[in-house]
């Protein structure tokens, strides 16, 4: 609940070495550094931090003790808040939020009672051994027939908000199919493939105790005896590059080689296997953003006319979500998401948002189960947006302000 988030306790507006030394580590802080520039922001990322929040004077980021001495370290102003340690398993305010057991119940129950349009399946297991499951949808049997938007939530452990929506996505079409024409033409002619929580070891963990743990990470067991790599620094494309970190108790820990973890390799063959994807969509929380690659590096995409689909398809989306769209680098650089790798191996047009709330100030990464409907609200056009555009994404040019219809190849 906002509550929750509001009743954060300010320990120290300015930070103060001498007041912080006593039985901090395993406490969790909202750190607000004060930055001037990207390069600045840059700075922080490649600190191994994962900045949750961009604001136009600083960013914000959960983190740790050790952080925050980095951050000292490197000579930023900030101020910390200690987050609440009291916590629940999905207490009940947050019942509505599904843990590993419920999702996988509840895709099964899509494909149960619309076994005429929805099937289940499993891209792999986690690192523990839990099901990485899935759901696809559409009105043709023949898997990998027809143009195929991907869905998936949960890379991160502690952004819940981000397995809901895909969730609640995946019920949207299956209920709707036989009563909306809309909604019935566009799975007659496209395929939605959905795998909503691809970290479920890390989301688990995260709740696995009277407390959330602003877990982020997988729960690989490093060999320093830390734990956890950053699922979202995995992947191929600029691997261990800038805002990933070589350091393993990092939150941005990259892992030892791109695509070292089950989950990641999973993400990577099923995709590879999805022969007309042509779209993807990657839900993270928070900040509202539309982000598109590259993230790795401030260059663009090499091809012109893509970084136009790009522009266009994600200020398209953001005008129902009312998100704010840009380049993923242009809020920091951060090596080895999925959408730079989607892109650059397989030319799917990419996206990661970052949704509800919009900081950290106003629920962060547990904004409780009234941000659900809410969210999914927002966000339900432009996925259908996305779901349509798989035929042909270069059709999004044709629609923009500026028709630059001799781009389109
Ligand atoms: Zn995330």
Redesign the pocket.
């Known amino acids: 609940m906002l509550k929750r988030s509001v009743a954060v306790l300010f320990i120290s507006l300015i930070w103060n070495v001498a007041g912080y030394a006593r039985n901090q580590e395993n406490k969790i802080f909202s750190v607000r550094a004060f930055v001037k520039s990207s390069e600045e922001r840059n700075k922080i990322a490649n600190a191994g931090i994962?900045i949750?929040k961009v604001f136009s004077d600083s960013v914000g980021f959960i983190g740790t003790e050790d952080e925050i001495k980095k951050i000292k370290s490197l000579g930023f102003n900030f101020k910390v808040m200690e987050l609440p340690q009291r916590g629940f398993d999905f207490p009940s305010e947050d019942k509505a939020f599904h843990n590993h057991t419920e999702l996988i119940s509840a895709l099964n129950n899509i494909a149960k009672q619309h076994s005429e349009i929805a099937q289940r399946f499993s891209i792999g297991k986690s690192l523990e051994g839990r099901e990485i499951a899935g759901i696809r949808i559409s009105g043709k049997a023949k898997r990998d027939s027809l143009p195929t938007a991907v869905f998936m939530g949960g890379?991160?452990a502690?952004?819940h908000l981000?397995i809901e929506i895909p969730l609640k996505i995946a019920e949207y079409l299956a209920n709707n199919y036989q009563t909306n024409s809309r909604i019935k033409e566009l799975l007659d002619t496209r395929e939605v493939v959905i795998v909503p929580m691809v970290n479920p070891d890390g989301a688990e963990y995260d709740i696995n105790s009277d407390s959330y743990k602003y877990w982020?990470k997988n729960r690989r067991k490093n060999s320093d005896g830390t734990y956890g790599v950053d699922l979202?620094r995995n992947y191929g494309k600029g691997f261990g590059g800038a805002g990933s970190s070589s350091s393993s108790s990092s939150d941005t820990y990259h892992g030892v080689s791109a695509f070292s973890e089950p989950e990641t390799q999973a993400v990577r063959d099923w995709v590879r296997g999805r022969k007309k994807a042509t779209v993807l969509l990657s839900f993270?929380?928070f900040s509202e953003l539309v982000l598109w690659p590259f993230g790795h590096t401030n260059d663009e995409v090499p091809s012109q006319v893509d970084q136009l689909v790009f522009e266009t398809m994600g200020k398209k989306m953001a005008t129902w979500n009312k998100y704010t769209p840009q380049k993923s680098s242009a809020l920091y650089l951060a090596a080895g998401d999925t959408t730079d790798w989607a892109y650059d191996e397989l030319k799917i047009f990419a996206f990661?948002f970052?949704l509800s709330p919009d900081s950290m100030f106003s629920g962060g990464f547990y904004p409780g189960a009234t941000a659900i409907e809410p969210t999914f609200n927002a966000n339900i056009e432009p996925a259908l947006y996305l779901i349509d555009k798989a035929e042909n994404p270069y059709s999004a040019l044709k629609e923009g302000p500026n028709d630059p219809l001799q781009l389109i190849p």
Request: aromatic share 0%; net charge negative.
């Open positions: 994962a949750d890379h991160h502690r952004e981000s982020r979202n993270h929380t990661t970052e």
